[in-house]
Nanobody, 115 residues
Framework: QVQLVESGGGLVQAGGSLRLSCTASGMIFGLYTMSWHRQAPGKQRELVADIISGGNINYADSVKGRFTASRDNAKNSVYLQMNSLKPEDTAVYYC?????????WGQGTQVTVSS
């Protein structure tokens, strides 16, 4: 069964940091393009970081300079290091894997930033 499982979310004060992890199973991880997304209450899901093949990573303007995405194929995992967190970063964070027309989403992990 193809599966993505996120972890690392929680409650943090503004200015703090969190590191999210997403681990894949049941798939040939190296074939998938991975990305991080988030969805705040009442808002559409948005792209946070797109980990493109070759090591290039595109970030949403709202997180540039604060968030760092990375990938470890040996561990079938992607990570999102989030620093200088703001209340507006509060959302459910999801990882996504894409291979051709095959798309897999994780179940999400809640990040709450208090002011």
């Amino acid at each position: 069964q193809v599966q993505l499982v996120e972890s690392g979310g929680g409650l943090v004060q503004a200015g703090g940091s969190l590191r999210l992890s997403c681990t894949a199973s049941g798939m040939i991880f190296g074939l998938y393009t991975m990305s991080w997304h988030r969805q705040a209450p009442g808002k559409q899901r948005e792209l946070v970081a797109d980990i493109i093949s070759g090591g290039n990573i595109n970030y949403a303007d709202s997180v540039k300079g604060r968030f760092t995405a990375s990938r470890d194929n040996a561990k079938n995992s992607v990570y999102l290091q989030m620093n200088s967190l703001k209340p507006e970063d509060t959302a459910v964070y999801y990882c996504r894997g894409t291979w051709g027309r095959h798309v897999v989403w994780g179940q999400g992990t809640q990040v709450t930033v208090s002011s």
